[in-house]
């Protein structure tokens, strides 16, 4: 007669079946893993676009959004004074190029006469090249020529990276003196500079390791990064003395704010909503200027953007010399618990100290984050400059010039309740404020 089968008998019966599909499983996901390390086929750029003054195509690989035209438009801008304020040289470097719209407007609208730009992802290589050297050659520049003797010594950054077989190894480059080979051993600061264009596939901090080394430095830094990048400090350092470092940040305020916040040295409790998004823009400025201090520079916040499709961070920093000792001190914020007040801002050290700072109201509940950046966001003077350079009207900058006249010694905006408390009136109505102002 037929035993009953037991546990162990049914496991050692279903176990090969089992193990089967787990292998057919684990070959499927090993040949999706090999199918994407073998090199992809150059995709094909999409059709003619056109902003500003550059024709030019986006690699379908590229990341692009047509509302961010206004910020491209202020880079430009601020390239354009900035050429006229050095006395008719320019020099940019654009660690993350995509498609290279930013690197031709630079080149035709800025006004630049050198300009790196550089793409890690070797598939927009060829999309890249061709909407700068379009413009490049445009200006009366040549080339494109190789720059593979850039780095004689060069090696491969790890096992699993491989040169497209379309791809130079360090690039392409074209203008009449398009780097520093032929300048000898010409001072960074000096007025001996290169001119013309170059487009490297290199990862972003290996170039600005290349560029410390060799002592060089850009008048105009534009750093389009995603999230917030790990290594503002050797940027602020490629910057010439008295340029401009255009920043960017993603995504800081979408998930998990007070891991952003983390990053960016803050301590203590995550802002309240309401204030989140400006709180974070001066924690990165805060963070940047902090950075620069370290390396014996000074960083000044020119203007700053903040979009809320894509949760997008745009500051420009004015990068300086420091002169002396550091006089930076560290501000804290605060919010009573008991009356939901906004306090501060108040010195580091004092609210690390044993008597902390309370609030107004009696209470002593007050939790506090910082250190951020206490001062103005928004340069009035800068941003004049700017409209002179744009000779009209331009809508961006005429909103940022009225927020710059907003004097605030406060850097948040206060709640209702607290309005109507200070007023001594009733709370107004949200709808109503809204259509006053």
């Avoid at 692009?64 to 006229?84: T, Y």
Wanted: aromatic share 8%; hydrophobic share 40%; with cysteine.
């Amino acid at each position: 007669a037929p035993q009953p089968c037991n546990v162990p008998f049914c496991i050692a019966m279903v176990a090969p079946s089992t193990l089967a599909a787990h292998l057919v499983g684990l070959a499927v996901l090993l040949a999706f893993r090999l199918a994407k390390r073998r090199k992809k086929p150059e995709s094909s750029a999409s059709a003619e676009r056109q902003e500003g003054a550059v024709q030019w195509q986006l690699h379908p690989s590229c990341f692009f959004r047509p509302e961010a035209e206004p910020a491209r438009q202020l880079g430009v801008l601020a390239a354009r004074f900035l050429r006229a304020e050095r006395g008719g040289f320019l020099s940019v470097l654009e660690l993350f190029a995509g498609s290279g719209l930013r690197a031709a407007r630079y080149l035709v609208e800025g006004g630049a006469d050198f300009v790196w730009a550089n793409e890690a992802n070797q598939e927009v290589y060829q999309a890249l090249v061709a909407n700068v050297a379009g413009v490049g050659n445009g200006n009366g520049f040549q080339g494109p020529t190789g720059c593979d003797d850039l780095l004689p010594e060069w090696a491969a950054p790890a096992r699993s990276w491989s040169l497209q077989p379309t791809v130079p190894l360090h690039g392409c480059e074209g203008g009449a003196a398009p780097g520093w080979r032929q300048l000898g051993t010409a001072d960074k600061d000096s007025g001996s500079e290169a001119r013309g264009w170059r487009v490297t596939h290199w990862e972003a901090r290996a170039l600005l390791g290349y560029c410390i080394a060799i002592h060089r430095q850009f008048d105009l830094v534009d750093v389009d990064a995603f999230g917030s990048w790990g290594h503002l400090k050797d940027a602020l350092e490629v910057v010439r003395p008295g340029g401009l470092l255009y920043l960017t940040a993603t995504g800081l305020t979408a998930w998990k704010p007070s891991r952003s916040f983390r990053r960016l040295g803050m301590r203590g409790r995550c802002p309240p909503q309401e204030t989140l998004h400006d709180q974070m823009c001066r924690a990165l400025v805060w963070h940047t200027v902090t950075l620069a201090d370290h390396v014996s520079l000074v960083a000044e916040p020119l203007f700053t953007l903040y979009r809320p499709d894509g949760d997008v961070y745009r500051v420009m920093f004015r990068v300086t010399r420091r002169v002396g000792e550091s006089r930076l001190a560290p501000q804290m914020l605060g919010l009573c618990r008991a009356c939901n007040g906004l306090l501060g801002p108040f010195e580091e050290d004092l609210v690390l100290g044993v008597h902390r700072p309370s609030c107004d109201c009696g209470s002593s509940e007050v939790a506090f984050w910082g250190p951020v950046w206490t001062g103005q966001l928004q340069s009035d003077d800068f941003l004049q400059q700017l409209e002179r350079v744009a000779e009209g009207s331009y809508q961006p900058l005429h909103d940022l010039r009225r927020e710059a006249f907003v004097v605030s010694t406060k850097p948040w905006t206060l709640r209702l309740a607290e309005v109507a408390r200070r007023a001594q009136r009733p709370p107004v109505k949200m709808e109503k404020l809204l259509q006053a102002l």
